[in-house]
């Protein structure tokens, strides 16, 4: 692969429109560490929080 491949590969990722409806937001875990999630725009920072914590449990969506 040249140089030039992967320069085309990377201006593509670029170029790619972000998640419509969707927004990065920081979420508070019930130990006090903070992290990074993607959730639906409007998203209370309640359920921000508590998605943030399944996802680091590892619990399914609906529980």
Do not use: W
Request: glycine fraction near 8%.
């Amino acid at each position: 692969m040249s140089d030039d491949e992967v320069y085309d590969d990377y201006e593509q990722e670029r170029r790619r429109p972000p998640l419509l409806g969707t927004e990065m937001r920081e979420a508070t875990l019930p130990d006090g560490t903070r992290a990074v999630v993607v959730v639906q725009a409007g998203t209370s920072q309640a359920e921000v929080d508590e998605k943030a914590a399944r996802m680091r449990r590892g619990t399914p969506e609906g529980k």
